[in-house]
């Protein structure tokens, strides 16, 4: 234990007092520091080691001395042939206590290894180098999302997707703001986009499973998001595709379902604003423009030049035959709207074919 001594801020020292002379009579002695003669104030005679003719003295009352003030008092007076041998005070014990919050720093502790801007302190009360890579941890978890920060993603073995099953929804929150340079259509169409889980209407890739786009917050308010099969919104897709409640109330969101049958690429827009979100690439589903539907509903009577066609399609996206011929673009039929019109109405009772491609 270490001890304050008589001297303020300095730990482990002590103070000798002057030489006591005994006269047989006197029991009261001023004690005086030897260094410079100034009055010494012990505090405590539990303080004190005081030895009289080679013999160490009980303290406290009852025993051999006491302390009064800056004064050693003996119980008996010391012998004029005794020798009083030294008087020492050795002050009072301290303890440090516990440290205030704040107060020690890296240069109180005893670490080992090397300090620098680059180190943390462990547990074992060593330094250690922060990793800047994942190299040595070879089943990283994240706590949250994984920001690449526009870096890019190489050297992947594989990458595995949770699908959610028909018992877990994954919801995706989304918010209105306005559009920032991280928007794909920063300067097209609407001034203000989607904002899904914090990010300006991110291209989502989704395996199977179904997602709900929660719309509750008030920032959705007439911004209802729905799913199209182009950027244009030329085509609503509905299969697969559930909402509930009004856009910026609680409980209202937008659902999809991804499966097989689900056409890809999917475009997420406000049904009232142009350009407000993204794409959705759907893992396993059908690749649009790849995968064929076939309409035989129509037949000709020989005056009727038109038919009905789905919304969204072009020219380009639909093969048409009459009695298994297949018409040329333009030149036999033209598209407006839901309307396929052809040149020369098709004869009567004659099989017409429409074969969308995608």
């Known amino acids: 234990m270490a001890y304050i001594g008589r001297q303020a801020g300095q730990l482990g020292n002590y103070i000798r007092c002057n030489t006591i002379t005994p006269n047989g009579a006197a029991t009261t002695f001023a004690l005086t520091n030897v260094l410079d003669g100034t009055a010494v104030a012990p505090g405590s005679e539990n303080n004190v080691l005081c030895s009289v003719s080679g013999v160490m003295q009980a303290p406290g009352s009852g025993n051999a001395f006491t302390i009064d003030g800056t004064n050693i008092v003996f119980s008996e007076a010391p012998d004029s042939t005794d020798t009083v041998d030294f008087v020492i005070v050795i002050g009072t014990a301290l303890?440090?206590?516990?440290?205030?919050?704040?107060?020690?720093?890296?240069?109180?502790?005893?670490?080992?290894?090397?300090?620098?801007?680059?180190?943390?302190?462990?547990?074992?009360?060593?330094?250690?180098?922060?990793?800047?890579?994942?190299?040595?941890?070879?089943?990283?978890?994240?706590?949250?999302?994984?920001?690449?920060?526009?870096?890019?993603l190489i050297k992947a073995g594989y990458v595995g997707y949770r699908s959610p099953d028909d018992s877990i929804v994954k919801t995706i929150t989304v918010t209105v703001a306005s559009k920032t340079t991280e928007h794909y259509h920063h300067g097209t169409g609407s001034g203000?986009?989607?904002?899904?889980?914090?990010?300006?209407?991110?291209?989502?890739?989704?395996?199977?499973?179904?997602?709900?786009?929660?719309?509750?917050?008030?920032?959705?308010?007439?911004?209802?998001?729905?799913?199209?099969?182009?950027?244009?919104?030329?085509?609503?897709?509905s299969t697969g595709v559930t909402t509930n409640g009004t856009p910026g109330s609680a409980g209202a969101y937008t659902e999809l379902e991804v499966d097989g049958n689900t056409a890809t690429p999917l475009y997420y827009q406000c049904s009232a604003h142009a350009y407000m979100g993204h794409l959705v690439e759907c893992i396993g589903a059908k690749q649009r423009r790849i995968n064929n539907s076939t309409d035989k509903t129509n037949t000709g009577d020989g005056s009727a030049t038109t038919v009905t066609c789905l919304a969204g399609t072009t020219v380009d996206d639909v093969l048409v035959f009459v009695n298994g011929i297949c018409l040329v673009p333009t030149d036999d039929y033209t598209i407006s709207g839901t309307t396929l019109t052809f040149v020369t109405a098709p004869a009567n009772t004659a099989e017409i074919v429409l074969r969308y491609l995608g």
């Open 192 to 237: 203000s986009g989607y904002v899904l889980d914090g990010v300006q209407s991110p291209a989502l890739t989704l395996a199977p499973g179904k997602y709900r786009f929660d719309q509750a917050d008030g920032t959705n308010s007439g911004h209802p998001l729905l799913f199209y099969s182009s950027w244009d919104k030329s085509r609503l897709i």
């Open 95 to 152: 303890s440090i206590g516990t440290p205030s919050t704040g107060t020690v720093g890296m240069n109180e502790l005893s670490a080992t290894g090397t300090k620098d801007a680059t180190t943390f302190l462990r547990g074992d009360n060593s330094f250690q180098v922060v990793s800047t890579d994942v190299v040595g941890d070879t089943t990283p978890q994240l706590g949250g999302d994984l920001d690449a920060q526009g870096n890019n």
